[in-house]
Every structure is written in C-alpha cells, then in structure tokens.
C-alpha cells in the first residue's frame, strides 16, 4: 500500500444497493495488521467513501507509532454515509509511504462489518404509499 490514491493500494467497490441508494450507517472492525519497520501500525487506514470520492477514514492502529503486528477491535462507530449509486468504495492506503511502490503494511486477516440501510428509489415509495392509502381507505369502509 501506498499513499491515499496511488495507483497501486487496493481499492474495491462493493454494490449494496442494487443501484439504488444507500445509508451507511456504521462501520465495525476486527483485524490483524502488519507494519512493517519503518512503518507504523498507525499509518495503516482504509478509506470508506462513495464512487464520488467523499466519505471516511477508519485508521485502526491509531497511537500505534511503532512496526509489528497487532489486532484491532472496535466499532461500530457511526457516520452515516450516502452512497448515491449504492456503491462503497474502500481504498486500502497507508500516511506515510516508506517504500514508494513497495509495500508498507498488510491487512493480513479480520475484517470490516458495516451496518446500511437500502433507501427505496422513488416510483417504489410512491408505490408503498399507495398501497398504504388503500389499506386506509379499506379499513374505514369497515
């Protein structure tokens, strides 16, 4: 990993909507990191964001100021992020960069669990509305 937006981190999009939008609600973790000297536990983060480049950063080893391993537990913590197209963009990255297109530090295992909500788009809300005014109008026919 390199420094935030170097063509080499890791980046993956993960769909969780459906193309429809999403509130991320809370991120938690679990997971063993490796930094290795010169490089610090705390330079290791992941950047938590939506495809327009606008979100988090969850920095687990934070404080951590030497190399080595360690595991993090912690969350969930929350920030409700609004991920217009459904999909969260994690970009693997460290704040520091020792080794220019080396390596720093390793997610060697664990991992990220998040807490979202799937926002209907609006021809299904429009739909659900109707549908509960139906049932309304049925019931005060009773």
């Not at 679990?30 to 606008?54: C, K, N, Q, R, W």
């Not at 950063?57 to 537990?73: A, I, K, Q, R, V």
């Not at 999909?87 to 998040?114: A, K, P, Q």
């Amino acid at each position: 990993m390199d420094e935030y937006g170097d063509p080499d981190n890791v980046v993956h999009l993960v769909d969780l909507g459906g193309e429809n939008p999403v509130t991320v609600n809370s991120v938690a973790w679990d997971v063993d990191l490796f930094a290795d000297s010169p490089s610090y536990l705390s330079e290791i983060s992941v950047a938590i964001m939506h495809t327009g480049l606008s979100g988090f950063t969850l920095t687990p080893g934070t404080g951590d100021n030497f190399p080595g391993s360690d595991t993090y537990t912690g969350g969930p913590d929350a920030f409700g992020l609004v991920l217009p197209d459904g999909f969260l963009r994690l970009e693997f990255f460290e704040w520091y960069d020792d080794y220019i297109n080396d390596w720093d530090g390793v997610w060697e295992d664990g991992g990220l669990t998040f807490d979202y909500t799937v926002v209907p788009e609006p021809a299904s809300m429009i739909a659900l509305g109707a549908g509960f005014a139906a049932v309304m109008a049925r019931r005060r026919r009773k």
